[in-house]
């Protein structure tokens, strides 16, 4: 049968093709997909074909800006970056981090050896230049961000202080000259950074309070701190948040409210096509752990706490609680009996009720207050292991300098911030990122057991092999879509370290510890890709500019540059042709 002039394929033939495709290998099944890629355009067999060769929900409806299955399909087989094109092999350690300038035409490596490195982002990547960070007793690189205008670079480290004690150390780089500007104290040194506009970036800093409670310091400070006047403010405190449990705050994060009228991407399929939602989501409302108080509405855990142990009229202030908790311990009333630990916990939970400033009201931007944004960052109340994730909101006379260095404008009795919002993940948070719109924010995780409970937080429950993706609104403060799953991780509770993940416009990547970098189509959430290393893959990154060219950084001190098939293919039939000499067409005709 001559198909090759006819688009459409008789029934009979589609109904054998489906039974060969429900019978044969991945390799083979991409050969007869292919093979209709040239015959048919038909839409009915595009539809049938794609659901059942990327096993999809028939309840996922088509990508909304797509214009055809047969375009759907096409996409998904021939956008991907999954092709090597190059390895660079310049870093003689493990390679921890990669980060694209907004132009898309540089991008920056951090690695064990202690580096950072700047890279032309062209046909053929070359290394621009290379900053060695041992000078400044720094230990390695591991995190670094572009400024909104491709001018600065953020540089975060981990510097050895005396006795060999560990913290952590930004450095400021102007991409001018490649001179450093300014250096800022980062503790702990995983908090790594980031930066809130143009000239401004967010550290950290740690207090101890007790064993295993503590406060969290947030920084703002004037990327030209080392070369400004004396006479300039150059950093002033953002917020002072308790932690308990051996908590620490730590992968900051700035998202931008404004963008969210335009998103890349609408995930939630009930709003794609006007209809009402198939299940509610689940909202994480601020200290809820349990289905009965998710179901409550919002209000300040200082508040229902004070609401749950103090009389109706009153009488008994915070400090009184307090009075009276420790002498019901000391008269041996309070059973059972507790340990050291939940002790100092107790106590500190009781000091802080009347001492943390309430949480601002409304969280869900409105038009009003387009130019909020979110600081997004790790913490707990369980356990020193990062299982929830905080929001507080940076409101628009924050997000400079000037003004008070040390936040005097909050009354006395304000010791703590609140968080205005939290999210339980209930599991070990080993990486996040933000969708290029700043709607959505991707959770890696390795799962707790199912019911599990936690008596010491020094010992938190074993975690999962599997790593589990979540996706969260941040307008509607909603999980969407259901967990993907596709990597594995191997190393313990104590051993965990942070996996970078990075999202463009349709598609979302991360690396693994099974020496493969991943990538999920964002709308129909299906696995498409893995990308071989030889070791952990750490950090992934794709092109700002161009989706169809990803980066994956790897323990194999080697950074992978992948593309699509169809930009190799471009860029192949650039290439111009050598020509032939004439003597060898001479001798050619002569043979």
């Known amino acids: 049968m001559d198909v090759g002039g006819n688009p459409l394929l008789p029934d009979s033939i589609l109904y054998e093709i489906f039974l060969y495709l429900d019978h044969v290998d991945v390799l083979s099944a991409t050969l007869v ?34 214009v055809s299955w047969y375009d759907e399909f096409q996409r998904l087989y021939d956008t991907i970056p999954c092709v090597e094109v190059q390895t660079l092999r310049e870093h003689s350690d493990q390679v921890l981090h990669l980060s694209f300038s907004h132009s898309g035409y540089l991008f920056a490596s951090c690695s064990k050896d202690c580096t950072v490195k700047i890279w032309n982002n062209e046909l053929d990547i070359s290394l621009l230049h290379s900053s060695n960070m041992r000078p400044y007793n720094w230990s390695y690189t591991q995190f670094s961000q572009f400024n909104s205008d491709d001018s600065l670079l953020l540089v975060s480290g981990v510097f050895v202080g005396p006795h060999n004690s560990s913290s952590g150390e930004i450095a400021v780089i102007s991409m001018e000259n490649f001179l450093l500007l300014s250096r800022v104290r980062n503790k702990p040194y995983d908090v790594f950074g980031c930066w809130l506009n143009e000239t ?75 209809a009402a939602s198939t299940s509610p989501c689940q909202v994480f409302d601020l200290g809820s752990d349990s289905e009965e108080k998710e179901a409550k509405p919002k209000q300040n855990l200082t508040s229902e706490l004070a609401a749950q ?135 890696n995780s390795r799962a707790w057991p199912q019911d599990c409970v936690i008596s010491d937080p020094m010992q938190p429950p074993p975690i999962a092999e599997e790593i589990d993706l979540h996706v969260f ?57 893995k990308l071989q290393h030889d070791d952990v893959v750490n950090s992934v990154a794709f092109s700002p500019m161009e989706q169809e060219l990803l980066l994956t950084a790897s323990d194999d001190a080697t950074i992978k540059v992948w593309r699509s098939p169809r930009s190799v293919r471009i860029q192949q039939a650039r290439k111009p042709r050598p020509r032939k000499l004439l003597f060898s067409w001479l001798l050619n005709q002569k043979s």
């Open 33 to 66: 997909c292919r093979q209709w890629h040239a015959v048919a355009r038909d839409e009915f067999l595009w539809k049938e074909l794609f659901y059942r060769y990327y096993r999809i929900s028939r309840e996922v409806p088509r990508h909304p800006v797509a």
């Open 200 to 274: 401004n970036l967010i550290s950290g800093n740690l207090h101890r309070i007790g064993h295993i409670t503590s406060c969290s310091v947030l920084w703002l400070n004037n990327a030209f701190q080392g070369i400004e006047s004396e006479n300039v403010n150059v950093v002033k405190r953002l917020f002072k948040i308790q932690n308990l449990n051996a908590s620490t705050i730590r992968t900051v994060m700035v998202a931008d409210c404004s963008r969210y009228d335009s998103p890349d991407l609408l995930l939630d399929y009930g709003e794609q096509l006007a």
């Open 473 to 529: 609104d941040l307008k509607t403060m909603k999980e969407v879509k259901r967990a993907l799953r596709a990597h594995r991780a191997y190393t313990p509770n104590d051993e965990c370290f942070f996996i970078f993940l990075d999202v463009s416009r349709d598609f979302v990547a991360s690396g693994a510890e099974d020496r493969h970098g991943y990538i999920w189509d964002r709308h129909y959430n299906i696995c498409l890709a």
């Open 309 to 443: 142990e103090s009389p109706e009229d009153g009488s008994v202030t915070a400090g009184g609680g307090l009075q009276q908790f420790l002498d019901d311990i000391m008269e041996g009333r309070v059973r059972p009996l507790m340990t050291e630990k939940e002790l100092e916990t107790k106590v500190a939970e009781l000091l802080a009720r009347n001492r943390t400033k309430p949480p601002e009201l409304n969280l869900v931007p409105t038009d009003g207050h387009s130019k909020k944004k979110y600081l997004i960052f790790t913490t707990g109340c369980l356990t020193y292991s990062p299982h929830q994730i905080g929001i507080k909101q940076i409101l628009p006379h924050q997000m400079t300098t000037a003004g008070p260095v040390l936040g005097e404008e909050r009354r006395s009795d304000e010791f703590f911030d609140s968080l205005d919002h939290v999210i339980d993940i209930r599991g070990h948070i080993i990486g996040m990122g933000l969708s290029p719109d700043h709607r959505y924010l991707y959770v």
